[in-house]
């Protein structure tokens, strides 16, 4: 059974950048599928970005431009790289691997993951 730990969150000003990491128990590139979601106070957990293990990536068009995702399979390890923040974006952060039995799964939907993390809190504000 995949673990995920994620770390990198905090508080940090609109227009700076922060750097999610989730560090996985085992081989991050036998996963073809992790992605990152959020989740903001009384709303629903929504898909930020994506990542297959051929390459390809994926991202919510309230991110493209600003966020970028990426696999170190060395360090067994997906990042969230997040720049110009806005308040919008404060939300509990969580990456995701994908069910081995959908590893190919819709990308943006929450049911082709199985594994979640504990999620890490990220709070955009002057």
């Known amino acids: 059974q995949v673990q995920l730990v994620e770390s990198g969150g905090g508080l940090v000003q609109p227009g700076g950048s922060l750097r999610l990491s989730c560090a996985v128990s085992?081989?991050?590139?036998?996963?073809?599928?992790m992605g990152w979601f959020r989740q903001a106070l009384g709303k629903e957990r929504e898909f930020i970005a994506a990542?297959?293990?051929?390459?390809?990536?994926y991202y919510a068009d309230s991110v493209k431009g600003r966020f970028t995702i990426s696999r170190d399979n060395a360090k067994n390890t997906v990042y969230l790289q997040m720049n110009s923040l806005k308040p919008e974006d404060t939300a509990n952060y969580y990456c995701?691997?994908?069910?081995?039995?959908?590893?190919?799964?819709?990308?943006?939907?929450?049911?082709?993951?199985?594994?979640w993390g504990q999620g890490t809190q990220v709070t955009v504000s002057s």
């Open positions: 995701a691997a994908a069910d081995p039995k959908t590893p190919y799964g819709p990308w943006w939907q929450l049911k082709t993951y199985k594994t």
């Open positions: 085992g081989s991050v590139f036998s996963i073809a599928t």
């Open positions: 990542s297959r293990n051929g390459g390809a990536t």
